[in-house]
């Protein structure tokens, strides 16, 4: 849970499956080329994101208990492109669970108990699919198998929505603002083991890093589990040891 929490609110962004109820679909005027255009425009003026090739940063995610305090934990991530990642999380400043990445394998590691797994098939393929969504030099046609783009009128106001299919007929909804081209909300469904991951994200706040546009505080919903996902640093084109990117040996 903590691996897709992570990814989907940064991959800075998630109980819903597809369209709200309340959304209006007409005809966009924007091809899907056009809109990732001003997308760019918006957020990275400069082009200094989408030239980087490597990045850094951490988040504090937050979990919201009826009768205790919040939980809250830190995660690091480092990630060089196109697929090489390392994603920690943190308590009390010390490591207790890593998500690594090569670009062909993936491992999971609990520090506590010294336990290494692989990650493989559907599993490694929906973290390939969900880091790729942090980097905008992809681009949405290069990431999803379909993209389709619409106007859209809800409650919240008017965007443009790009309704996109990946592998093994995951859904992401995407929810762009109409008059600035803010990423404003993800959501969709994921297929994960039997079952199905179902998420809402919604960005309440950027901040500036570096130049760059990024989401600061995200709201998500994972099959019911509230968490807030906020940036408190991020870094471009860091210098990362390769060895970040193998797991840790116990």
Not at 135 to 146: D, E, L, Q, S, V
Not at 180 to 202: A, C, I, N, Q, T
Not at 211 to 235: A, C, D, F, W
Request: glycine fraction near 6%; charged fraction near 25%.
């Amino acid at each position: 849970m903590k691996m897709f929490c992570y990814l989907a609110g940064l991959f800075c962004v998630l109980i819903m499956s597809g369209c709200a109820s309340s959304d209006v679909l007409t005809v966009s005027d924007l091809t899907v080329e056009e809109l990732e255009s001003k997308m760019a425009a918006k957020v990275d003026a400069s082009g200094n994101y989408r030239k980087s090739k490597s990045f850094i940063f951490r988040q504090t995610i937050k979990t919201p208990q009826f009768l205790d305090d919040d939980i809250e934990n830190m995660v690091e991530t480092k990630m060089v492109l196109p697929d090489k990642f390392r994603i920690t999380t943190l308590q009390d400043n010390e490591p207790v669970q890593i998500i690594c990445s090569n670009g062909s394998k993936a491992w999971l590691a609990d520090t506590a108990s010294k336990k290494l797994r692989n990650i493989e098939g559907e599993k490694l393929q929906q973290l390939l699919t969900l880091s790729k969504l942090a980097i905008p030099a992809f681009g949405y046609r290069n990431i999803f198998k379909k993209v389709e783009i619409f106007r859209c009128s809800n409650d919240d106001g008017e965007f443009y929505l790009l309704k996109c299919v990946g592998n093994n007929e995951n859904t992401f909804n995407i929810y762009v603002d109409a008059s600035d081209f803010l990423l404003r909300r993800m959501s969709g469904r994921m297929k994960l083991g039997v079952g199905h991951l179902e998420y809402d994200s919604r960005i309440k706040s950027y901040g500036l890093y570096n130049g760059v546009m990024i989401p600061k505080v995200t709201e998500t919903r994972q099959n019911g589990l509230k968490q807030v996902v906020e940036v408190i640093s991020y870094e471009l084109d860091p210098v990362i040891n390769q060895l970040e990117f193998l797991p840790p040996v116990f």
